[in-house]
């Protein structure tokens, strides 16, 4: 069985250092690129591309709400053809970058406030999956699973990645506990570990409460700002390879 | 004869509007298009990308230094890898809008302080240049007449459009008096035919005292910020086809 | 009687020029200043500053979202501590920038979707209404006659001057109609004037149906960003000085 | 013998931490506060506001370029209004969040490459020493002792208090090596504390080389972005209270 580890990573922004880039890089096969809206500026993406380019690891846009500030978490009211625009100037600024070291964006996973509007809103759902799909290079869309991203992907014919979050509570609605709830984050390595396994014998989102919601999943998100996020991901790897899964980036998924 | 006719355009940002690109887009046939960074946001490539589609005026991306306040004419110090990392972001963001619309970006004509200093060292003019080839899709480089940065751009054989101004005045050096100059910009329309026509039989850049410096060139330079922008270059393209020029896109020049 | 007459003035940004700060500036009595975030810059500021200042116009800080891309007409989510900190902020830039220039900041008016929402969220009201009393220098409140903004400032203890707006068009709830509505901004300066004398002779917000909400009001707002700001603003100072009124700055209205 | 220790402080920004400003709070006896253009936010700076208040250090504006992904320290060539508008912008931002916390700024120190600028270009000094007066509080001018910074601010009058770098090695014409070269930062602790005592000795500036630079000087800075700057500075406290100094905020060396 494959499955793929992904990983925000690249957020850093000038003097700025955030995340463990370089630990996480060897652990998971899919990275999600900050794209200099929320986090990153060029030389922090050309930097991670490189990285991730020597590290075997494929590369995603992740585009965010244009707010340095907050980090892309802050709730911004954009029309859809602004959303459009700042989708694909991310998309085409990261890609430019990659191309320039021979490699490419290969998926988009919209970051903070914009991705968790995304999974709910169906409107905004469906203004993200449409610009991933007229940047039109069979561009991944990696969106949580029973998320309005995803339906929206799928339903426009793109190549979907349905992920679950190892690090992060789900409600009973199977949404994630927001970061303002004292039990978003789950405690310690253990319980992620527990948690991915969960769900992977399930084949289900497992809430807080032990609720089950079905869904196929191909992609396993561990947050990369968590002071243990790469020890965490590396016994996730582990605990996955001696079940038997093979990790792999996403185009090989889709291959 | 084949000649190119381009200007700056989609300057405007956010609510603030510059320039007059509906209009010039009628005469002009490349349109250097702001990236975001001295000017131009998401919305406004968009917008400007699709008119210039409509116009058939062909693309370029017009990158600048990170400075909305200055307008990308405040010289800034950056690093060769902050320099290489702000154009490969700016062209491929504009490329990113561009491609989701059916257009691509064809050429690439630095900004401001920028353009101006690649002009004058060659350091900078190299790292434009390669910049521009490693993006790898055959950009053409349009560049200023006997500069450095024209010079770069041939070095690494990049297919390199020289461009002469119609409305800036010439030091007998081959160089623009600086905008704080008084006769930094020439008065009017007729004064901006005039010095086309001169500069087109001359086959050479003809400075403000009169000193001929010869040079071929296959693209003219009006800009767009000017009240009268559109309305000259309305006359420098009757005047150049009155003389027998076909006015052409840059990729019809290297076709 | 005693009346004044408010414009938002120094939202040009850079290289970008917009309204019509000279002209207005004869006309009005007291000029809110954007602060740098969603419009203004430190130079923009300063100039707008000195130039009040000859004309003998009153001051305020207009702070807004930090969102010079939307213009600060973006909605967007802050906590309470960050919208303390980003009016703190813009008041003391702009209040540093007078006093240099031998001038003060008098009054506060928050600009666009923040003022939107200080109109209906009493807490957020609250927060705004508090940052400008702890400011501490017997700043005035200028907010909306019949807002949650105004009332939050009375119940702080500050002085609050309530304004009308003379260009746009009021719902029968005594709000105006969103800026997307058809018929948001009144057509001429005709009816501009028509509705100021209205609300003057009800002394009543009169909506566009023609309800009448009773309510004081100490100020006319005529908003800067028309093509016929200042010839509308200037017919409404006739039409109120033939009535006997008296323009005057707003520190005026509570010496 | 009254001294100051010096050290920037609250320079994170949004998400992203820099710096080790609790540490140095209990340390340090002035603060110099990022303003928002090259780090800190209203909100990190609104915290560090009330840090240094809890902790009786007294506070300063640390204003620096517009470039947050330069952290300010590239040049930008400004022109002379432009850079008193940003100085006066930062200076009056940071003071509006201080008068609201019962705090006020007391002193101003540049940062980066303005600063450096400032310490070498006549016409720069003298710009800056001009808007610190001009905001007309009797602000301290925090400058490196035998800059043209300093002799600009004694020129005009203001109170100018001289600091020595405990961290920073010296030419032999007593200006900071630069941080690219390899030698910039001294090792480790031990090795500030010589500095220090030695300079403190020989009232005078020690270059690297032993060349000593007389100059009486009243502040020692220590930087707040090493890893062990808290540390560091608690032993040059150590040190200079065992010298039999006495450590001061700045007021207090003018009181």
Redesign the interface.
């Known amino acids: 069985m494959r499955i793929n580890l992904n990983a925000d990573l690249g957020e850093s922004?000038?003097?700025?250092r955030?995340g463990h880039d370089a630990l996480l890089l060897q652990v998971v096969t899919s990275a999600n690129l900050a794209c200099?809206f929320h986090?990153g500026?060029?030389?922090v993406?050309?930097q991670t591309v490189e990285l991730a380019r020597g590290a075997g690891v494929s590369i995603g846009a992740h585009p965010g709400f244009?707010?340095?500030?907050?980090?892309g978490?802050?709730?911004?009211?954009?029309s859809p053809?602004?959303l459009?625009?700042?989708l694909?100037?991310?998309?085409?600024?990261?890609?430019?970058?990659a191309?320039?070291?021979g490699s490419r964006v290969t998926h988009v996973k919209p970051h903070g406030?914009l991705n968790n509007l995304a999974c709910e809103q169906a409107e905004l759902a469906n203004i993200l999956a449409q610009?991933v799909k007229?940047?039109?290079r069979d561009l991944i869309l990696l969106a949580p699973a029973r998320s309005r991203l995803a339906e929206a992907g799928e339903r426009l014919g793109l190549p979907v990645a349905l992920e679950v979050f190892s690090d992060r509570a789900y409600t009973d609605a199977g949404q994630l506990l927001p970061r303002s709830h004292p039990q978003a984050l789950l405690p310690d390595s253990g319980a992620c570990v527990a948690q991915v396994l969960r769900m992977l014998e399930a084949q289900a989102i497992v809430s807080i409460h032990g609720r089950r919601l079905p869904t196929p999943f191909q992609s396993i998100c561990v947050h990369g700002d968590h002071a243990q996020a790469a020890e965490t991901a590396g016994q996730i790897r582990q605990a996955l390879e001696a079940r038997g899964c093979r990790l792999v980036a996403l185009p090989e998924l889709f291959a």
Chains 1, 2, 3, 4 share one sequence.
Do not use: C, K, S
């Not at 694909?88 to 970058?97: E, K, M, P, W």
């Open positions: 922004f000038g003097a700025y955030i200099g986090g500026d060029p030389l993406m050309t244009p707010d340095l500030q907050g980090f978490r802050r709730v911004m009211h954009l053809p602004e459009r625009g700042i694909l100037y991310q998309i085409g600024a990261l890609d430019g970058i191309r320039a070291t406030a610009a007229d940047y039109g």
